[in-house]
């Protein structure tokens, strides 16, 4: 089945700065690339996704990027605000297989220095 | 808010009981997704059931099952509970078909707690 690897697990950065969360994905089939973020006991929100067909994908500060050859794809946050702290987690689906669970990653803890 | 709703939102109970967890999908989505969230196995794909059968199963155990209603709520069972099985328990729905029907939408999650 699919294995999806993410790091770092904790990342800090300082407010108007940069983050950047990167994640592997093992099946070569899959083909939907969501990322969720989720604040201390809430449910996970979707912030963006991408599809295989797509390089990058953009929605104001955020964006992402796939590498379909080296099967790995990257949750780029610029112009960090305080309210961005929360956890990420970037998950991998095979979309047409008839099984549509997602799998995700161990999550990054964002972290926004004032 | 998604859309999509759970109940009960808390849960307490003890070794070796059984519960029921609700859930009811977005207006319109036909599939139904369940998904556990520890702190050593993270978020874990359990369940899929599509129009009230079972679609795709993930690492779910055989202590678990679940069932979709012709009304579409699904219900997830747990029984014979261990302390391990304490956990955010979250269902997620997504629309038919099109491009966007991979587009999972979290409920807010049961908290189960096991003693």
């Known amino acids: 089945g699919e294995n999806v690897e993410q790091h770092p697990s904790t990342l800090s950065v300082q407010e108007g700065d940069s983050a950047v969360i990167k994640c592997t994905y093992s099946d070569s089939a899959s083909n939907y690339f969501p990322w969720y973020k989720q604040e201390l006991g809430k449910r996970p929100q979707l912030i963006i996704d991408?599809?295989?067909?797509?390089g990058e994908k953009k929605d104001q500060r955020i964006a992402v990027t796939l590498n379909k050859t080296a099967k790995h794809f990257s949750l780029h946050i610029t112009e960090t605000q305080p309210e961005d702290s929360a956890v990420y987690f970037c998950?991998?689906?095979?979309?047409?297989?008839?099984?549509?669970?997602?799998?995700f990653g161990k999550g990054t803890h964002l972290i926004i220095q004032p | 808010d998604s859309g999509v709703t759970q109940t009960p939102k808390h849960l307490i109970t003890a070794t070796g009981q059984r519960v029921t967890l609700r859930c009811s999908p977005r207006s319109g989505d036909l599939s139904v997704y369940w998904y556990q969230q520890s702190l050593d196995q993270g978020l874990q794909f359990l369940i899929q059931y599509y129009n009230g059968e079972e679609r795709a199963k993930g690492n779910i155990l055989e202590r678990f099952s679940a069932q979709q209603f012709p009304d579409l709520h699904s219900e997830l069972n747990l029984s014979s509970l261990e302390l391990g099985d304490s956990a955010l328990y979250f269902c997620?729905?997504?629309?038919?078909?099109?491009?966007?029907?991979?587009?999972?939408?979290f409920g807010p999650g049961t908290r189960l707690l096991v003693l």
């Open positions: 991408i599809r295989s067909n797509v």
């Open positions: 998950a991998a689906l095979f979309s047409g297989g008839g099984a549509d669970g997602l799998t």
């Open positions: 997620a729905s997504s629309v038919v078909a099109g491009l966007a029907r991979e587009t999972q939408y």
